[in-house]
Nanobody
């Protein structure tokens, strides 16, 4: 069983920055492929960013490319999402997700490819 706990959300103004953190349980975190998803009211949950287990590969949705950065610290069992130049359309609940059964160092892009989810953290961007 993998437990994920997100933190770092909040209310910010347009143009501000936030750093989300996700703490993961498990002794084999370094083998997990990780992703950050978000879900705005009335919308589907969408992949924002993904990182493979070695942090050698990353993926970003077009809407956040150049503004968000995903990273991980395998020694701390943590994955992060640095969000800069935030916009009102970034307002959503952000979820951390894990695929703990990756053996190929791949990235994963769909909800069904992730087995474990955190409870989510609210990010609100408003003036």
């Amino acid at each position: 069983q993998v437990q994920l706990v997100e933190s770092g959300g909040g209310l910010v103004q347009p143009g501000d920055s936030l750093r989300l953190s996700c703490a993961a349980s498990g002794r084999t975190f370094s083998r997990y492929a990780m992703g950050w998803f978000r879900q705005a009211p009335g919308k589907e949950r969408e992949l924002v960013a993904a990182i493979n287990r070695s942090a050698g590969s990353t993926y970003y949705a077009n809407s956040v490319k150049g503004r968000f950065t995903i990273s991980r610290d395998n020694a701390k069992n943590a994955v992060y999402l640095q969000m800069n130049s935030l916009k009102p359309e970034d307002t959503a609940v952000y979820y951390c997700a894990a695929n703990p059964t990756d053996y190929s160092g791949s990235l994963y892009y769909t909800r069904s490819q992730y087995d474990y989810w955190g409870q989510g953290t609210q990010v609100t961007v408003s003036s």
